[in-house]
């Protein structure tokens, strides 16, 4: 029997993103719900145990500007500290009694002026603004590699880590050479008997150690508080001088090409370092931070296989150069579906679902609404600047104009707000203009690149969307009847 319940806001998601929107919502005094697909909070850093996480941003720069942790371990510290970290804010806000926990959105349409969302668990939620808070790193990409269920050995994807599995001794294979691969490679190292990274495509990797803050370091931190803040303030000055020099030519970028390939001169052996070159800018891709990775791949046990994948087969990868490389463990980081935002069952309305309506690629007003969605907000959406600053900083810009809107349709009951839809197409044709002169057009394929080849990220500035996300532009929204 379907249950049903009347809602003001509902938040799919308790990550980063939709705690940060209810801790504002409930400071507004806002009726709100949460649903939450897992058991408790954390989003990504929840679901990701692999050997080796941590954030490349730095810790003092990767926390709520309201809510500063003063007790670090490293500059980057490890995924675990930053889930805790999560787990303390969800506590200290009481925001538990607001989230839903193991409900996952079977669909969500926009129907008679209001949302109707259905869950996992049976329940039918009418609410009058839907916010999808899941972001981009959701839905995990598995390989579509011929014979893949066919491996005896243990084999899970990096955001399923199996802990049960014993890797000390093991022959381990690792497909896919992006970040989260990278950090692994280290640690894992130091288990295996033999290591295999299997690569499809060079990726540049700028060395940036990970400092273990001393007890004494901690303590004054603890002790004075401004030191904290100040840290976090000139690690966020750092990304805002650098994000736009990183993605157009001048001193940024040129310092970043040349850390990038002197650190790649210390790969001594001449055919691993031509293994390991791009042939495409720095900066086209995700930049990679790492010390450990080159250290780790000339070690005499590990070895990087840069021919094609055949097919996988139950004693391990067969490449296509004929040779089998038998492995007791597969580990896929491979990544996720980064254009799927987790919101395809999201129904519009007209009729259109986020899925159909993005079949060309990813298309928002300003990276948070959407043409045709009335009262739907996205946080971390298409075109957010994931690539330039910490995706904090983006969550508690856009929760605070989402919150500004939803104000509005407090002071306008029995209305819906919608984009309208030439706003939406020249913000749209801006991005493109702007994406024409930056390093993400040069020649890579990434996963910020949408069906169309056009980056789904911030061309511009970080301080320019600050300044733009201060507050919406209703003239460019249409106030429409809720019915």
Known sequence: MTRRSELKTCIIGAGMSGLVMGIRLQ???KSFRILEKATSVGGTWRENTYPGLSCDVPSFFYAYSFEPNLDWSHRFSPGREICEYFVRIAEKYDLLKYISFGETVAGARYEDG??????????????????????????????????????????????????????????????????TGVQMMAPLSEKASHLTMFQRTAQWVFPVGNKA??????????????????????????????????????????????????????????????????DYQPGCKRLILSNDFYPALQKEHVELVTEGIE????????????????????????????HKWGIDRVVGADGLSLDEAWQKGPRTYRSVTMPGFPNFFMLVGPNSPIGNISIIDVSETQSKYILDCIELLDREPGKALTPKREAAEAFQESLREAMKNTVWVTGCNSWYLDPDGIPTIWPWPANRFQQLMQRPDFSDFDLIDAT
């Open 213 to 278: 803050y001393s007890e004494r370091e901690r303590a004054w931190t603890r002790r004075l508080p401004i030191l904290g803040r100040l840290t976090r303030e000139f690690y966020k000055w750092i990304f805002n001088q650098g994000s736009v020099g990183v993605v157009r030519d001048g001193y940024w970028r040129r310092s970043m090409d040349k850390g990038c390939r002197k650190h790649l001169a210390t790969v001594t052996d001449p055919e691993l370092r031509r293994k390991l070159t791009p």
């Open 114 to 179: 209001r949302w109707t969302i259905d869950t996992s668990g049976g329940e039918q939620i009418r609410a009058d603004v839907l916010i999808d808070a899941t972001g981009p790193l959701h839905i995990k990409y598995y390989p579509d590699i011929e014979g893949i269920d066919s491996f005896e050995g243990a084999m899970f994807h990096s955001a399923d880590w199996d802990h049960s599995v014993e890797l000390r001794g093991k022959r381990i294979g690792v497909i896919g050479n992006g970040s």
């Open 27 to 29: 400071a507004a005094g």
């Open 311 to 338: 097919r996988i087969e139950p004693r391990g990868i067969l490449t296509k150069d004929g040779r089998l490389h038998e492995l007791d463990v597969l580990v896929l980081a491979t990544g996720f579906q980064a």
